[in-house]
Nanobody
C-alpha cells in the first residue's frame, strides 16, 4: 500500500504564494501517477493538477499558469507551487496516488486565501 501525508497549507492573502508537499511512503515503486485535488465547502472534490511517472502534467483550467506540480523522486515527495492565489482557491487540498493496488489519499491540508 501507499501512505500519503500533506503539509504546507495555511492562511495567505490574495496574490500570495504557498507550496504544498505530499510525502509518500510504502510501495513507492508501484505508483504510476499522482495528483492534487481540492474540495471547497459545499462543492465537489475537483482535480487541480496531476503528474505521471514520466513527468507528464495536466492542470485544471482555473489554475493553469498559476500553479505548478512537480515531484522529487529521491525524496518521495510531490509538490504544488501555488502563486497568484485567489479567494476562490480556498479549499482543503488532498494529494492522491494511483498505484498497482488502487488509489490512496492523504488526509488533506487547508488552504485559506483571505485578506
Amino acid at each position: 500500500q501507499v501512505q500519503l501525508v500533506e503539509s504546507g497549507g495555511g492562511l495567505v492573502q490574495p496574490g500570495g504564494s504557498l507550496r504544498l508537499s505530499c510525502a509518500a511512503s510504502g510501495s513507492i515503486s508501484s505508483i504510476y501517477a499522482m495528483g492534487w485535488y481540492r474540495q471547497a465547502p459545499r462543492k465537489q472534490r475537483e482535480l487541480v493538477a496531476a503528474i505521471t511517472s514520466l513527468e507528464s502534467t495536466n492542470y485544471a483550467a482555473s489554475v493553469k499558469g498559476r500553479f505548478t506540480i512537480s515531484r522529487d523522486n529521491a525524496k518521495n515527495t510531490m509538490y504544488l507551487q501555488m502563486n497568484s492565489l485567489k479567494t476562490d482557491d480556498t479549499a482543503i487540498y488532498y494529494c492522491n496516488a494511483d498505484h498497482s493496488k488502487g488509489r490512496s489519499w492523504g488526509q488533506g491540508t487547508q488552504v485559506t486565501v483571505s485578506s
